[in-house]
T-cell receptor, first 113, second 114 residues
Framework: AQSVAQPEDQVNVAEGNPLTVKCTYS??????LFWYVQYPNRGLQFLLK??????LVKGSYGFEAEFNKSQTSFHLKKPSALVSDSALYFC???????????FGAGTTVTVRA | DTGVSQDPRHKITKRGQNVTFRCDPI?????LYWYRQTLGQGPEFLTY????????KSRLLSDRFSAERPKGSFSTLEIQRTEQGDSAMYLC????????????FGPGTRLTVL
């Protein structure tokens, strides 16, 4: 079984400040981890993934995420948030032996000017 | 546009009617997935195709739901005798044959059952 927890429903930050969106996961084997962003009335847009190797993964639009195996976490970060980063963010996991993704409930990010 | 496309984008139907949604994946992708997303939740897996073969179905997919991918290209998802609880966003995604590849999602079809 695989699952994802996003402990914060909402994250509010000021423009220019660091942004962190938290994610913890559970899988029976080794994980593939993903972050997606969803804008209103749009589909999910891929941001970044962890497959293997370096624990710090860099993705689109200046986002990065750090894989921590001991804490089973994959937090999304951006050093300096923009108003345009305001959206709904989903963390997802799948076991390496599987194809389906399991998503968290999502975190709404609001960046105020 | 070479992304995943879905049709229609919105569907309003009365309870008991049948509906069918279409998904066109990215052309070189041989894997296709259907997910369902309800308000305030993340997407939930429904079913998965590799080429034309349906390899996995979620327990969420009741007997009223059927999905096909007849030629390994586009896919259809049909819901028979719709119920109000079927109201949701239905998302299609595709991925390349490499197991590590991310899934690319379409814009979704929003179903409202009255």
């Amino acid at each position: 079984a695989q699952s994802v927890a996003q402990p914060e429903d909402q994250v509010n930050v000021a423009e220019g400040n660091p942004l962190t969106v938290k994610c913890t996961y559970s899988v029976s084997g080794n994980p593939y981890l993903f972050w997606y962003v969803q804008y209103p009335n749009r589909g999910l847009q891929f941001l970044l993934k962890y497959i293997t190797g370096d624990n710090l993964v860099k993705g689109s639009y200046g986002f990065e995420a750090e894989f921590n195996k001991s804490q089973t976490s994959f937090h999304l970060k951006k050093p300096s948030a923009l108003v345009s980063d305001s959206a709904l963010y989903f963390c997802a996991v799948r076991d390496r032996g599987d194809y389906k993704l399991s998503f968290g409930a999502g975190t709404t990010v609001t960046v105020r000017a | 546009d070479t992304g995943v496309s879905q049709d229609p984008r919105h569907k309003i139907t009365k309870r008991g009617q049948n509906v069918t949604f279409r998904c066109d994946p990215i052309s070189e992708h041989n894997r296709l997935y259907w997910y369902r997303q309800t308000l305030g939740q993340g997407p939930e897996f429904l079913t998965y195709f590799q080429n034309e073969a349906q390899l996995e179905k979620s327990r969420l997919l009741s007997d009223r739901f059927s999905a096909e991918r007849p030629k390994g290209s586009f896919s259809t998802l049909e819901i028979q005798r719709t119920e109000q609880g079927d109201s949701a966003m239905y998302l299609c995604a595709s991925s390349h044959r490499q197991g590590r590849d991310e899934q690319f999602f379409g814009p979704g079809t929003r179903l409202t059952v009255l």
